[in-house]
T-cell receptor, first 114, second 114 residues
Framework: EAQVTQNPRYLITVTGKKLTVTCSQN?????MSWYRQDPGLGLRQIYY???????DKGDVPEGYKVSRKEKRNFPLILESPSPNQTSLYFC?????????????FGSGTQLSVL | AQTVTQSQPEMSVQEAETVTLSCTYD???????LFWYKQPPSRQMILVIR??????QNATENRFSVNFQKAAKSFSLKISDSQLGDAAMYFC???????????FGTGTRLKVLA
């Protein structure tokens, strides 16, 4: 089944404790991206990747890191989480970035930083 | 910069009635597409409908249709014969070929009343 797998689904952590949210797609997609969703703000792009080893900042990259060592995986790393990073996070992918390509989304990660 | 505005944070519709969700955007790009995504309580993001900006004909997918006014930069979603399963958060997302970013609106929460 074609899908974007995101783990964990829920995560509670404490300030400063490094964490990684994993994202993997099995569709051979070139484009992958991360979003955070906050009430009243919609989805905001954190980072995106056009292909292996090619990543770039979205609109809200501060406090986050990503890597794209393999085509299928695009983990989101919070080196020192803070409470303002409490949010719902989505990973998404598409075959390529073209303006007509729809995004395939993971099921989301609800992160709480205490 | 590309921006998108959904001016209705919440709307309600009676089952079997018709409702229209509004979306306006601003872009300097000439090549772009417009998407509506639905997010039910399960959190899964689902593509509802897609419109090519170069097409004058409005897109239709079963009970869902758009009213695309290019000059006014308006892209509203009309849901006919509303069903309980239509209750969700709806996000408008214009995408332009030159930016490599997907921009989402702040969302409209639709309630369907039985």
């Amino acid at each position: 089944e074609a899908q974007v797998t995101q783990n964990p689904r829920y995560l509670i952590t404490v300030t400063g404790k490094k964490l990684t949210v994993t994202c993997s797609q099995n569709m051979n997609h070139e484009y992958m991206s991360w979003y955070r969703q906050d009430p009243g703000l919609g989805l905001r792009q954190i980072y995106y990747s056009m292909n292996v080893e090619v990543t770039d900042k979205g609109d809200v990259p501060e406090g986050y890191k990503v890597s794209r060592k393999e085509k299928r995986n695009f983990p989101l790393i919070l080196e020192s989480p803070s409470p303002n990073q409490t949010s719902l996070y989505f990973c998404a992918s598409s075959f390529q970035y073209r303006s007509n390509e729809k995004l395939f989304f993971g099921s989301g990660t609800q992160l709480s930083v205490l | 910069a590309q921006t998108v505005t959904q001016s209705q944070p919440e709307m309600s519709v009676q089952e079997a009635e018709t409702v229209t969700l509004s979306c306006t955007y601003d872009t300097s790009e000439s090549d772009y597409y417009l998407f509506w995504y639905k997010q039910p309580p399960s959190r899964q993001m689902i593509l509802v409908i897609r419109q090519e900006a170069y097409k004058q004909q409005n897109a239709t997918e079963n009970r869902f249709s758009v009213n695309f006014q290019k000059a006014a930069k308006s892209f509203s979603l009309k849901i006919s014969d509303s069903q309980l399963g239509d209750a969700a958060m709806y996000f408008c997302a214009p995408t332009a070929s030159g930016t490599y970013k997907y921009i989402f609106g702040t969302g409209t929460r639709l309630k369907v009343l039985a």
